[in-house]
């Protein structure tokens, strides 16, 4: 292991976080046309809006398992170019979509498709780097990454200021090609055609055993599963919380934007002090202050008459907290994996985003008309987060790794 990738790192973390921004512009920028797109196909804003979100989150976890196997046999470069057209064309089509079962159809196409992205990004991650050094690289990659959820419902709002919904699939048709173009022209094959695995169900089982009976593997990928769970919760739950709680829909890109920045930030911090302080003590210790942040949110909103900035900084807090716990989970869950990084990554984030849509699927429908059932997913992310954790690493928190 070299612990360098192919072309240069000031481009090689800025291509891998554009590549892993395109599943989520594909998500974060449909927030505030939610109501818009369930009004225009006469459907309920509430109860089927969401399912824009959720069936496209799905797709992204169903894919992974189709892509993960590929790369492994044929290469990342193949799997990564043919899953942007056909994210390009999924995209193209929604916007075309008369009717909600055509949309939610395309959307379900348009997550089978990316799921090659974020397959692809962690197996080249994994290709190039290892242990620590692989925590610190994903660190600084989803640190930009974050830029696009910062921004990213404020160009959904500024789209639907000049045009119609329709023209948000455009706009992420039009990155995903510009992502096409520099990845195809800039990144090199990373894996040696030596270490291809065949392509065969035996082959791609006995892969999934590996990844699902290794301890870290499995113990880490279920507890940011319950993460991820809290996340899908909250993108539920945000549009509603903003519009009905605090009664400033507007500023829904502003929220957004507070809490992600966060996010980023922790990331940055993450790569700067993994190298010393090790993975497991920074991501169990995240999880503590998330259950501390969510508690207080949960006692603040049964108290009634939540203040909106008090919202914000417990939300910051906590989202801090999940860019904490999350990335060096997912390094951890990936240390035994080198072999069959692509179809451990594909299984990895089938289970987390799969599942963990479901559960932000349930967290967004207990939406009561209070803060109170998001901030009761982040505990219970928190809580079982840091009791897998225990269980995986045998009693012995907060050791060095």
């Known amino acids: 292991m070299q ?32 109501p818009n797109i369930a009004q225009r196909l006469g459907v309920d804003a509430i109860r ?35 899953g942007l057209i056909a994210y390009i064309i999924g995209n193209l089509l929604a916007g075309l979509a008369g009717n909600f079962t055509l949309l939610l159809v395309a959307r379900f196409a348009s997550g089978l498709a990316i ?14 780097f290892s242990g620590r050094a692989m925590a610190q690289v994903t660190s600084l990659a989803f ?7 910062i921004v990213a419902p404020s160009i959904g709002q500024g789209i639907l200021l000049v045009g119609s919904w329709r023209l948000i699939f455009e706009v992420i048709a039009g990155g995903a090609l510009l992502c096409l173009i520099w990845f195809a022209v800039r990144m ?5 055609r030596e270490d291809r695995q065949p392509l065969s169900i035996r082959a791609t ?20 599963m319950v993460c991820q769970g809290a996340i899908f919760g909250y993108l539920s739950s945000i549009q509603p919380i903003m519009a009905q709680v605090f009664h400033q829909p507007a500023w829904l890109g502003g929220v957004f934007a507070a809490s992600a920045g966060t996010m980023a930030a922790a990331n940055l911090l993450n790569s700067r002090i993994v190298m010393r302080v090790g993975m497991r003590r920074i991501s169990q210790a995240a999880l503590v202050v998330m259950i501390m942040s969510s508690s207080t949110g949960l006692m603040v909103g049964r108290l009634g008459d939540e203040p909106l ?4 900084v417990i939300q910051a807090i906590t989202m801090a907290c999940f860019g904490l716990a999350t990335s060096n989970m997912s390094a951890m ?11 451990a990554s594909s299984v990895q984030g089938f289970v987390g985003i799969t599942f963990g849509a479901v559960i932000g699927w349930a967290i967004g429908l207990s939406f009561d008309g209070t803060t109170g059932p998001m901030h009761g997913g982040f505990l219970l992310a928190g809580l079982v987060g840091l009791a897998t954790a225990a269980i995986v690493e045998r009693g012995r928190l907060f050791r060095p790794s």
């Open 3 to 34: 612990d360098s990738p192919p072309i240069r790192m000031v481009e090689f973390v800025p291509l891998i976080a554009a590549l892993m921004a395109l599943a989520a512009l594909g998500i974060d920028t449909m927030l505030p046309a939610l």
């Open 115 to 128: 799921a090659s992205g974020r397959v692809v990004t962690i197996a080249l991650i994994r290709d190039c």
């Open 309 to 312: 900035i008090v919202f914000v």
């Open 205 to 224: 089982l006995a892969g999934w055993g590996v990844t699902a009976s290794d301890r870290y593997s499995l113990g880490y990928t279920l507890a940011a």
């Open 143 to 149: 640190m930009v990454f974050m830029a696009v959820p």
């Open 333 to 343: 869950a990936m240390e035994n994996m080198g072999g069959i990084a692509g179809t």
């Open 188 to 192: 090199p094959e990373t894996l040696k």
């Open 48 to 82: 089927e809006g969401p399912l824009i979100l959720t069936v496209f989150v799905i797709g992204l976890g169903i894919g992974q398992l189709i892509h993960g196997p590929l790369t492994d046999r044929y290469g990342r470069r193949p799997v990564l170019i043919c």
